[in-house]
């Protein structure tokens, strides 16, 4: 006799139902679970969840982090912040200068605070680093090393300075600053620029058997820095790339690392995980016959839908990238890219992560499919548990199933199971140890996630379920799952503020101010030019170590941050500003100082391409006095002037500049005089900015008044 579950498809059913025996041999073999995780990082996309209001604000971090609740995710990896923008927009560094460096500050940006609450749900998470990109003192033009050609690295201070003792000091800072500051200790270290495949080129490109330049850096660099600081737990996550053949950026097999550590002793010493990214649940047969941990250090990239949508993968793509990772490729940690969408709609992958919450004024959040895919894990085995091979495959139906069994003797078990387009049944028959208690169910699909089913009682070692197509089930013999629920109603979502004002008297310095969202350069609360208050300081005046991972450097004309709402359209936008003085471009050269604010600023029309240009109109000056009013336009080559002229004006003094929107009619103001008034109507409505170029500006008494 066969004891079969009642999950919706009866034993009567007209359906042509598929059939596959399982035998799980719980004495088998099979590589040690390590948990799913998350990646927050990627400049920006985690921005504004730091703004809201509590108690959402620690209802939504329950969802993600308390255990048992929600997703309960049990690695979490941030970036490092490089003041230099990285995917969605800019992080801050814990170190500006060289001179920062013995002393960082600690509480810039939202990272450490994030891990912080992260630990508090729970104390055994895993903490893990990765750099985007850097600030432009690591490896300056002084000790450049490296021998590109290339105009653009060579004055942006080599394409190879990430594999530096400067930059090895810098996140050895960066670590015991996080320790020293906020009790954390981190586990895990990239050893590569995230998804850098310069790192993989020769240090001698005319001898094959040179060392790449990440090799060089871990074995010689990092790990020994690590070390000589007392940091020997925190390991080596590398190499933090590709893991797809046949990119056109990379010269090289990305799988060509493998080969490079176990070809040398040193190397596979100094790396305790390989990871990779987005490797489609695939990886060199090296790699798996490698005896090295393996992890998808960053996947997936969808939105908590269901279902796919947009090209952008849901909720059911995860679970099943979840199990065919360890089916097909043998990884044992997938780290979901990103966390959360929580940033604003028009920047790139706005609708990216497990639950969406992008209204911090509101309070609204959404508790989104996504969280409950990863619950099918991650309340079902804990890092340590030990996958069964015997109990992992893909029935001919298309059904991934993979079997996690209790460590150090016990013989619980769990078995997760994403179903394929067609009505399955599935009987698994015990061997080897597991325990044949009683069986609970839980079960997710596109109308409801997360709802525990009937109990299957096993009998002689064996039982069967039918399962539904296009579903989640988590079958185990634990108990202690929920579907989480907070105590407070999510409240109803609403538009940004019409009226906005802000002088920044409220916060701290260094502080980033509520709702601002930097795409390029660093806006932080600082002591008021001249004294008597507080201002927004941009503080990122000189090329950055940039995020370049495909060798396409972008164009970056200046600096911006953003707040406000896409639909705004009539509308009065004033700032006070100031210069400090000149400035640097990319390539090192100097140049005016200017500010702007900017208005109707929309959806950026590319994700990738020149990613930090924003659309809408812009009211420019610069420090001689040389203003227009411009179209801001990412797809042609250089803002269209729509206007332009000079006024008094000097750096070191506050100004004012306004902007007017009235359908079609667009006003200029500079200290109070109009100096355009004129009609276009490229834009229609957007939020609002401020900007510079690569020098130091202030803002103050920002106002936005809607008509």
């Given amino acids: 006799m066969t004891m079969f579950s009642d999950n919706g498809v009866s034993e009567s059913a007209s359906v042509s139902t598929a059939t596959t025996s399982v035998i799980i041999a719980g004495n088998g073999a099979g590589r040690v679970f390590e948990g799913e995780g998350v990646v927050s990082g990627g400049g920006g996309n985690t921005r504004l969840l730091i703004d809201y209001p509590e108690p959402y604000r620690s209802d939504i971090l329950d969802y993600l982090f308390k255990p048992n609740y929600g997703a309960g995710y049990t690695h979490l990896k941030v970036e490092v912040g490089g003041d230099v923008f990285s995917t969605t927009g800019t992080e801050p560094t814990h170190a500006r200068t060289r001179e920062e460096l013995d002393n960082p500050n600690m509480n810039r940006g939202y990272e450490l605070w994030l891990m912080s609450e992260a630990k508090k749900r729970n104390p055994d998470i895993k903490l893990d680093i990765l750099q985007w990109g850097a600030p432009g003192w690591i490896n300056d033009f002084s000790t450049n090393i490296g021998n590109d050609n290339n105009i653009y690295y060579k004055n942006a201070n080599s394409k190879y300075a990430m594999y530096s003792q400067d930059n090895a000091d810098y996140l050895v800072s960066y670590i015991k600053g996080a320790k020293r500051v906020w009790g954390l200790d981190i586990d895990y270290v990239a050893g590569n620029q995230n998804e850098s495949f310069v790192g993989l080129d020769l240090e001698n490109p005319s001898d094959p058997n040179s060392p790449s330049y990440l090799k060089n850096y871990i074995v010689n660099i990092l790990r020994p820095t690590l070390d000589r600081n007392g940091l020997q737990h925190v390991k080596i996550v590398a190499p933090d790339i590709g893991g797809r053949e046949n990119e056109p950026y990379n010269p090289r097999s990305p799988w060509a690392f493998i080969d490079e550590v176990l070809a040398d002793p040193a190397l596979k010493n100094a790396v305790s995980v390989i990871g990779y990214h987005y490797v489609k649940s695939t990886s060199a047969e090296t790699a798996q016959n490698s005896g090295l941990t393996l992890w998808e250090s960053e996947g997936w990239t969808g939105s908590s839908n269901w279902e796919s949508v947009n090209n952008q993968k849901g909720a059911l793509d995860l679970a099943k990238i979840m199990n065919n990772n360890y089916i097909n490729a043998k990884v044992t940690k997938t780290n979901v890219w990103h966390m959360i969408a929580s940033s604003y709609p028009n920047l790139s992958f706005p609708k990216t992560g497990v639950m969406v919450a992008g209204e911090p004024w509101s309070g609204n959040y959404t508790v989104m499919p996504g969280i409950w895919a990863a619950a099918h894990t991650n309340q079902f085995a804990q890092p340590g548990w030990k996958y069964v091979d015997s109990g ?62 009937s109990d299957i009682t096993p009998w002689d070692y064996s039982y069967s379920i039918n399962v539904e197509p296009d579903s989640i089930y988590s079958l185990t013999t634990t108990t202690g799952q929920q579907k989480g629920l907070s105590d407070y109603p999510i409240p109803a979502s609403q538009s940004f503020p019409k009226n906005y004002h802000d002088d920044f008297e409220s916060y701290d310095g260094g502080e980033t101010p509520k709702y601002t969202s930097d795409v390029e350069g660093v806006f932080e609360v600082s002591e008021k030019f001249g004294g008597g208050g507080k201002a927004l300081r941009q503080v990122v005046a000189g090329p950055m170590k940039q995020w370049d991972a495909w060798m396409t450097p972008r164009i970056r004309y200046g600096t911006h941050t953003q707040l406000g709402d896409l639909d705004w359209t009539d509308y009065d936008y004033s700032s006070d500003v100031l210069i400090e003085g000149c400035g640097k471009d990319m390539y090192g050269n100097e140049t005016p100082g200017t500010v702007s604010i900017s208005g109707r600023v929309g959806t950026k029309p590319r994700q990738w391409i020149n990613d930090t240009l924003i659309t809408g109109y812009k009211l420019q000056v610069d420090q001689v006095g040389d203003w227009s009013l411009r179209i801001a336009d990412p797809l042609k080559d250089s803002d269209t002037i729509l206007a332009s002229g000079n006024v008094p004006f000097s750096a070191e003094t506050w100004h004012q500049l306004k902007l007017s929107f009235s359908g079609t009619n667009i006003k200029g103001f500079i200290d109070g005089h109009l100096v355009a008034s004129l009609n276009d109507s490229t834009y229609a ?22 008509r």
Wanted: hydrophobic letters at 30%; charged letters at 10%; glycine letters at 14%.
């Fill in 392 to 453: 992992c495959g893909i029935t001919a139906g298309g059904t991934s199933y993979v079997t996690l069994k209790q460590p150090d003797g016990g013989d619980n078990y769990s078995i997760i199971l994403v179903t394929g387009n067609s009505v399955e049944t599935i009987t698994f028959k015990l061997t080897g140890g597991l325990c044949t208690d009683t069986v609970h169910v839980w079960k997710s699909n596109a109308v409801q996630q997360f709802i525990q089913q």
């Fill in 685 to 706: 409505s957007g939020m609002v900015g401020l900007g510079s170029g690569y020098n130091y500006a202030q803002y103050n008494s920002i106002s936005v008044i809607n």
